[in-house]
């Protein structure tokens, strides 16, 4: 990948930081909530919207990327299954996230499934794009 499609520090930091952060909130709430693990602690409220103001950051993250780093990924051919996985697990998740909380009730249970389990996919799956950026950049110094 060019130069041009590469992200500043300041946005990398950005873009992993809200990624991580809004993953580790979900999965906070899911194993409180759903897996009632710690629910006092994890599967309170609290933690649901600590999610939720991630997420934001997390979409804020996408779009500030999405056009130079998604055009320069096509354009160099590489990561490209990681890379339009993550983007199809984003769209998911926000099209389910918007539909848990203004969507009918009678889906809520399948929406609720299917937010969590791309959510996992999501972040399996960014962990693998982001460690392969890292392991082709420590092959090259």
């Known amino acids: 990948m060019s130069r041009l499609g590469r992200m500043s520090g300041w946005q990398r930091s950005f873009v992993i930081s809200s990624m991580l952060a809004c993953s580790m909130s979900g999965s906070l709430y899911l194993l409180g909530h759903e897996f ?17 103001i991630f997420a934001i950051f997390a979409t804020l ?8 780093h998604l055009k320069a990924g096509i354009a160099s051919k590489k ?8 983007l199809s697990f ?12 203004y969507g009918p009730a009678d889906i809520r249970d399948s929406v609720v499934v299917t937010h969590w389990v791309v959510g996992l996919m999501l972040f ?8 392969r950026r890292i392991e082709i950049f420590r092959s090259q110094h």
């Open 36 to 52: 009632e693990i710690q629910r006092a602690s994890f599967g309170n409220r609290y933690i649901l919207a600590t999610h939720g």
């Open 61 to 68: 993250a996408l779009g500030s990327v999405l056009s130079f």
């Open 79 to 86: 990561k490209w299954l990681s890379g339009f996985s993550q």
């Open 90 to 101: 984003l769209a998911t998740l926000l099209i389910t996230g918007a539909l848990l909380y």
């Open 124 to 131: 399996a799956t960014f962990v693998l794009h982001t460690a």
